[in-house]
């Protein structure tokens, strides 16, 4: 069964760095896109970044721009997401999840698409 497992939030000052890491097991994600989306009470869930199965291309939201890259490496089976100038309004917990279409883009547009969730890790900017 396959599993993703999120690590590395925490608590961190405004203009501090994070980097999450989402480990998947149970099966192998490396034909797949990943993403990182996020969450906060009383709001929808946001894509914040997503990266396709080889890591060619990516996306991220306007909102972290410049700020975070996602990244990924197929050997560890590992999905990363680098965020530096964190921010209170980043505040929020973080999912990564898999792509279920093989190969798949258009990632803002399938986000349903993503059938596969990690459990999520608080991140939390103080000002």
């Known amino acids: 069964q396959a599993q993703l497992v999120e690590s590395g939030g925490g608590l961190v000052q405004a203009g501090g760095s994070l980097r999450l890491s989402c480990a998947a097991s149970g099966r192998t994600f490396s034909n797949y896109a990943l993403a990182w989306f996020r969450q906060t009470p009383g709001k929808e869930r946001e894509l914040v970044a997503a990266i396709s199965w080889n890591g060619g291309r990516t996306y991220h939201a306007d909102s972290v721009k410049g700020r975070f890259t996602i990244s990924r490496d197929n050997d560890k089976n590992t999905v990363y997401l680098q965020m530096n100038s964190l921010q209170p309004e980043d505040t929020a917990v973080y999912y990564c999840?898999?792509?279920?279409?093989?190969?798949?883009?258009?990632?803002?547009?399938?986000?349903?698409?993503?059938?596969?969730w990690g459990q999520g890790t608080q991140v939390t900017v103080s000002a």
């Open positions: 999840a898999a792509d279920t279409i093989r190969y798949g883009i258009n990632w803002f547009e399938r986000q349903r698409d993503f059938g596969y």
